[in-house]
């Protein structure tokens, strides 16, 4: 089975802190993902990567940015959080190609920013 | 992007059938999937369809028509641990980012 693990279950931060969510995949999965999840909004896309050291915007990249220096691994930074990125952040992964690979989601992380 | 429609909220009586629609745009890539999430869980694959008609699969049954960007979720012999938000899912046109619906959240009741 595939297992896709990320770091904290639960965080709570302060406005302008820097964040950093981590994500590591067990498969060697070629794509990871990363998604916010908000009521009423479903799984919006924010930063997706196809191989190390590639990355490619979302629909919702503003206020992220993202690092994958290893094929394995897959972290979401949030440079100055904001309340208006307090969400359920879930990250995934999958095989090429994309369009018809299922998707391996971790258990998520939900962050509070105060 | 991609728009993705299917309904907020369904209500549905264990025993019973339940379709949970999906209406889609139609692109060069002309896959749909869905996925289940339990609440405070993490999604999780259900199905893939690629060709027109009907996918079955156990208890769940997926139908897709490419032509028309439909699609639909079929439960049977509900169980109430189907309770769930229920997602579907299709690739944009380029075929590099999967865009979801915003989820049919089921309530299944004795």
């Known amino acids: 089975d595939v297992k896709v693990t990320q770091s904290s279950r639960y965080l709570v931060k302060r406005t302008g802190e820097k964040v950093f969510l981590e994500c590591v995949q067990d498969m060697d999965h070629e794509n990871m993902f990363w998604y916010r999840q908000d009521p009423g909004l479903g799984l919006r896309l924010i930063y997706f990567?196809?191989?190390?050291?590639?990355?490619e915007k979302g629909d919702i990249p503003e206020g992220y940015s993202v690092s994958r220096e290893k094929k394995e691994r897959f972290s979401l930074i949030l440079e100055s959080a904001s309340t208006n990125q307090t969400s359920m952040y879930l990250c995934?992964?999958?095989?090429?190609?994309?369009?018809?690979?299922?998707?391996?989601f971790g258990n998520g992380t939900r962050l509070t920013v105060t | 992007g991609q728009n993705i429609d299917q309904p907020t909220e369904m209500t549905a009586t264990e025993g019973a059938i339940v379709q949970i629609n999906c209406t889609y745009q139609?692109?060069?890539?002309?896959?749909l999937f869905w996925y289940q999430q339990h609440a405070g869980e993490a999604p999780t694959f259900l199905s893939y369809n690629v060709l027109d008609g009907l996918e079955e699969k156990g208890r769940f049954s997926s139908f897709l028509s490419r032509s028309k960007g439909y699609s639909y979720l079929l439960l049977k012999e509900l169980q109430m641990k189907d309770s769930a938000s229920y997602l579907c899912?299709?690739?944009?046109?380029?075929?590099?980012?999967?865009?979801f619906g915003g989820g049919t959240r089921l309530m299944v009741k004795p």
């Open positions: 899912a299709a690739p944009n046109n380029a075929g590099n980012m999967l865009t």
């Open positions: 995934a992964s999958s095989l090429d190609p994309i369009y018809n690979s299922p998707l391996h």
């Open positions: 990567s196809y191989d190390v050291k590639m990355k």
């Open positions: 139609t692109s060069g890539f002309n896959g």
